[in-house]
């Protein structure tokens, strides 16, 4: 159980029950994380605002996107955060032999260098940044532009951010269904 109550919809003001009723149209739920958020709207909005630019603005995939976040979620071990990401990361297309043996993505023929190359940012920055040598950087620059290193460096920055506030509210992953007001609930429920 989360350390933090998780609010319902009704608990909410019309401008946060706005941003749960947009999650659960694109989810099928409110993450469990935006209704523990939502105690803090001002957090909780311009955190929604971020997470939505981070994932779906730039010229780097979403799919690369969710390749780095489910692994920095596995380096640092948060159940939470890979529940729904790796499902998101399948359903882009990545396979479940990758995301089960990302660790060993070095040694493995199914990943691009370009893609190996923002794995190992991945893991060297969630374990320390300052780790990231001028070698790791040159090899970044040969595939990625510097916009694009602010994109992959702003996704595991920020699920470095994710991952630590769940793992220290031992949240629990979010179930189908859960968090929405009644009446959206309801009529996906309808439209099944």
């Not at 779906?56 to 489910?70: A, C, F, H, R, Y």
């Not at 595991?156 to 769940?166: K, V």
Request: charged share 20%; hydrophobic share 40%.
């Amino acid at each position: 159980m989360s350390r933090i109550s998780r609010l319902d919809h009704s608990e909410v003001t019309p401008d946060l029950a706005a941003l749960f009723d947009k999650a659960f149209a694109q989810r099928g739920n409110v993450p469990n994380m935006f209704r523990v958020m939502a105690h803090r709207p001002e957090i909780f909005s311009t955190m929604q605002a971020h997470f939505g630019a981070v994932l779906n603005s730039g010229t780097v995939s979403t799919k690369l996107k969710e390749l780095i976040i489910v692994r920095t979620s596995q380096v640092n071990d948060t159940p939470y955060c890979l529940a729904s990401h790796t499902i998101l990361a399948r359903g882009l297309g990545w396979t479940d032999d990758q995301l089960s043996h990302l660790a060993e993505w070095p040694d493995r023929a199914d990943f691009t260098p370009a893609e190996k190359a923002a794995l190992h940012l991945t893991e060297t920055v969630t374990r320390n940044a300052h780790d990231v040598t001028d070698e790791q950087f040159a090899e970044l620059l040969r595939f990625y532009s510097e916009g694009e290193i602010v994109e992959l460096l702003c996704a595991i920055g920020l699920f470095n951010y994710f991952n630590r506030f769940n793992n220290a509210l031992q949240m629990e992953p979010t179930k189908a269904g859960e968090g929405g007001c009644v009446t959206a609930q309801t009529e996906t429920t309808a439209s099944r």
